[in-house]
């Protein structure tokens, strides 16, 4: 089961930031875009080489502006899924990288930031090979390239179908229809469907996980009700 983690670490001195004097109304909208777009091309020079060295795959890098500082969303994964353990392990080593490269004098984020580092969500969409395969089992929504003869206009349609096996080249999806192959050239974004069924499965696999901490806490207030014991006889 995939998890999702998030780490923040604001860093680096405030009163950085470019300033934008001159710039009125859609200039300087216009201006700030272009900044932050500026900003998150460098941000993933930097970011992709550490990811990739640490064993996982950048899958996007976005910078936006909270208040007075900006915010840097990391978004990794890996075949198995990402657990809490590897976000805070991605998390320190985009941290130093990040500081590394302020400190040799890049202008990389100027100014306060937070981090953030998680796994993707069920909503992006599978456009690359690995996506397919690291969904095998899931039910997908996808568009699918027809080509018809006669150099007639392709035809778009819609297919839904669970992700049988998927490769470098193409994909197999069980379908109402029975079992069908399409090149990636042929699909569209395919997005994964959520099923209620397997929502359930995931809500019992946490409460599973959280059973240590349940008796954990448990025990704590079993040391607690022993203490309140204490003060009791204490009082008589």
Do not use: C
């Not at 300033?19 to 020079?45: I, M, Q, Y």
């Amino acid at each position: 089961m995939t998890q999702r983690g998030r780490a923040t670490r604001p860093t680096a001195p405030a009163g950085r930031s470019r300033r934008t004097d001159g710039a009125r109304g859609g200039d300087r909208a216009g201006a700030s875009r272009g900044d932050l777009a500026a900003r998150r091309t460098r941000l993933r020079d930097v970011i992709a080489p550490v990811v990739t060295e640490a064993g996982y795959d950048l899958e996007d890098v976005s910078v936006s502006r909270a208040g007075r500082r900006h915010v840097v969303r990391v978004i990794v994964d890996a075949d198995g899924g990402i657990n809490l353990d590897a976000v805070a392990d991605v998390s320190r080593v985009v941290s130093a990288a990040l500081d590394a490269a302020e400190e040799s004098g890049g202008d990389i984020v100027a100014g306060e930031y937070q981090l953030e580092v998680s796994s993707p969500g069920v909503d992006r969409p599978l456009t690359l090979p690995r996506h397919w395969r690291r969904n095998a089992g899931r039910l997908v929504k996808v568009t699918v390239r027809v080509e018809r003869p006669d150099a007639q206009p392709t035809v778009d349609r819609q297919v839904t179908g669970r992700v049988v096996a998927a490769d470098d080249e193409r994909v197999v999806l069980e379908t109402e229809a029975g079992r069908v192959e399409h090149r990636y050239a042929e699909l569209g974004p395919g997005r994964v469907q959520v099923e209620f069924n397997r929502l359930d499965e995931i809500d019992e696999a946490d409460e599973f996980d959280g059973a240590d901490e349940d008796d954990e806490i448990g025990d704590d207030e079993h040391a607690a009700d022993d203490d309140d014991d204490d003060v009791e006889d204490e009082e008589r």
